[in-house]
Antibody, heavy 119, light 105 residues
């Protein structure tokens, strides 16, 4: 059974940094591209970032480009999102998402981790 | 960027009703559209991909149709456990989501 466990969220002051983690199990992690998607309070889903199977290629939404960095450690079956220069508008539940093989939709989601940016 | 317009933003229906939700893309996305169900306090769950293919384990009362720019999610007979927010996603070019439709019983 595929499992994705998100962690690392919390309350952080504006301008601060936080690193989210997503630990995967139940599938061959290194074979799949992965993404982060967030959902602000009362808002819709917003794609944040994606990374290829090997980590060679990374992609970012304009809203986080230059502030967030996605990475992965295939030896640890773990996906990361380093978030710097956090803003109030980054407040959201962050989900890691496993992309389907050969396609591009998300077929499994983590439970989410809540990030609150507030002074 | 491809924009997705989803409607309605909310709806209320009775058990057994047929429910329809629509998504319109700002450009042709072929069949690169997925539908997700999100129950309160939970992560989204994939229902349909490639516009009309039911994900394994999803009840057959859910169906999807459309291609190009116009897509529809139909629940043929609404059940109490279908209380949720439903969102569409295009994956033709990066990912964009609709704003969601909250379904109330």
């Amino acid at each position: 059974e595929v499992q994705l466990v998100d962690s690392g969220g919390g309350l952080i002051q504006p301008g601060g940094s936080l690193r989210l983690s997503c630990t995967a199990s139940g599938f061959i992690f290194s074979n799949y591209a992965m993404s982060w998607v967030r959902q602000g309070p009362g808002k819709g889903l917003e794609w944040v970032s994606a990374i290829s199977e090997t980590g060679t290629d990374t992609y970012y939404a304009d809203s986080v480009k230059g502030r967030f960095t996605i990475s992965r450690d295939n030896s640890k079956n773990t996906l990361y999102l380093q978030m710097n220069s956090l803003r109030a508008e980054d407040t959201a539940a962050y989900y890691c998402v496993k992309e389907s093989l050969g396609h591009n939709y998300g077929d499994n989601w983590g439970q989410g981790t809540l990030v609150i940016v507030s002074s | 960027a491809i924009r997705i317009t989803q409607s309605p933003s909310s709806l209320s229906a009775f058990i057994g009703d047929r429910v329809t939700i629509t998504c319109r893309a700002s450009q042709d996305i072929s069949s690169s559209l997925a539908w997700y169900q999100q129950k309160p306090g939970k992560a989204p769950k994939l229902l349909i991909y490639a516009a009309s293919t039911l994900q394994r384990g999803v009840p057959s009362r859910f169906s999807g149709s459309g291609s190009g720019t116009d897509f529809t999610l139909t629940i043929s007979s609404l059940q109490s456990e279908d209380l949720a927010t439903y969102s569409c996603q295009q994956y033709f070019n990066s990912w964009t989501f609709g704003q969601g439709t909250k379904v109330e019983i």
